[in-house]
């Protein structure tokens, strides 16, 4: 029998400027590419508010237990503060009103901001993306001086959803199925991203039997 996932859920809570979770992405993508029916939900938490860095052990860290690449344009980058306002801003925006979008947008994101060296900091910096993913999203998602309601609304179901699995560490990912929730350990799959597709796989059948 094949397995149903239409009322399965995957929740991700990340930050776009987070090197974990630009690492844990991938796993983000073999999830969803092997279960299609799966709804996705970004949550960015908008860790990086201007006054916090990316120190070079997080970046060897990540690249000793990953595989993922960091451009020399963003390593470069290192000594500045770092600020994701601009992309929780848009992230919350494209999460409510075309969720289909969320996870490209994120990946250019990223791909723009480790690889490139792109601080998504105002709007010109993220207008190309913007353009190619043919979105149009309003001006107040295209600011860092504050976020929008939407951005602090998703920060808000963060901190519940935090509170109710005991933790406050990101990058998250959970799996839903119905009114069930179950927390992925991320960490075990960063080496090998092609293994959380049988994890995921044995938490559906797992979950689906008790709904």
Not at 93 to 116: G, P, R, Y
């Amino acid at each position: 029998m094949s397995l149903n996932t239409e009322n399965a859920e995957l929740f991700y809570i990340y930050d776009s400027h987070c090197p974990w979770s630009y690492a844990s992405t991938v796993l983000v993508e073999k999830i969803l590419s092997a279960f299609p029916a799966i709804s996705f939900r970004a949550m960015h938490i908008g860790y990086y508010d201007g006054d916090n860095k990316v120190s070079p052990t997080t970046i060897t860290a990540v690249g000793e237990f990953s595989n993922v690449p960091f451009g020399s344009n963003y390593v470069d980058t290192l000594n500045y503060t770092k600020d994701s306002t601009l992309a929780a801003n848009l992230m919350a925006w494209v999460q409510n009103k075309s969720a289909k979008s969320a996870f490209e947008l994120l990946t250019k994101l990223q791909h723009a901001h480790f690889i490139l060296g792109n601080e998504l900091a105002d709007k010109e910096s993220v207008i190309d993306i913007i353009d190619e993913l043919k979105l149009s999203p309003p001006a107040k998602c295209l600011q860092s001086n504050k976020l929008t309601k939407d951005a602090e609304f998703a920060i808000h179901d963060i901190i519940e959803i935090q509170e109710l699995i005991g933790t406050q560490a990101i990058p998250a990912m959970l799996l839903a199925y119905n009114e069930s929730l179950v927390l992925l350990n991320h960490n075990l799959y960063l080496e090998n991203p092609d293994a959380i597709v049988e994890a995921v796989k044995v938490e559906l059948n797992s979950l689906s039997s008790k709904s």
